[in-house]
């Protein structure tokens, strides 16, 4: 049997513009899978069901779209990162925008960001509806006192012990 991938690999076969269209095939094939692979696991760490598997991925999708700037594979990476920290794909899906937002800011990658969010999140006992006002407390202090990009992570960090044994707030510690 002759796959669709095929059939299209010899129509296109001997010319430039047939391979520069295979090569892109290709490689969009590999960002979705990729996604796919994210979707897939962040789902089954939440015990989600098929359903709720494509009612996320039609959510990243319209989000990427949406935001312009947001790449599928890194949303996709992004709510599995959350996922991963224990949040719901509705609270996943909530907080991806400020994650997005915060890698954006500050320059670091998305799944980590979105690993530091959840972190902050938990820490502080805050909720995925929070993560704008996070997000938006950590830009105000980057302006503020002039801190890096790549320097308010390691900072906010490092400072999750003392908030969790003083009971601190998130305000109480910028």
Do not use: H, W
């Not at 599928?72 to 959350?82: D, H, I, Q, R, T």
């Not at 994650?99 to 530091?116: C, I, K, P, Y």
């Not at 950590?138 to 960090?157: C, N, T, W």
């Amino acid at each position: 049997m002759v796959s669709a991938f095929d059939k299209m690999r010899g129509a296109f076969t001997g010319t430039a513009t047939g391979a520069a269209a295979l090569f892109a095939t290709a490689k969009l094939a590999g960002a979705f899978g990729k996604v796919e692979t994210n979707i897939v696991r962040a789902t089954a760490i939440m015990g989600g069901s098929k359903e709720e598997m494509g009612e996320v991925r039609d959510a990243l999708v319209k989000m990427s779209l949406k935001a312009g700037s947001l790449n599928l594979e890194k949303a996709s990476e992004g709510f599995k990162m959350l996922s991963q920290n224990g949040l719901s794909a509705k609270d996943s899906l909530t907080a991806l925008p400020s994650a997005a937002t915060l890698a954006s800011v500050t320059g670091q990658e998305m799944g980590r960001t979105a690993d530091f969010l959840a972190d902050q999140l938990g820490v502080y006992g805050l909720e995925a509806k929070d993560s704008a006002a996070v997000t938006d407390k950590l830009a105000l202090m980057m302006r503020k006192f002039g801190i890096m990009g790549d320097e308010v992570m390691p900072m906010m960090e490092a400072t999750v012990i003392g908030a969790r044994n003083s009971k601190s707030s998130l305000d109480d510690m910028i």
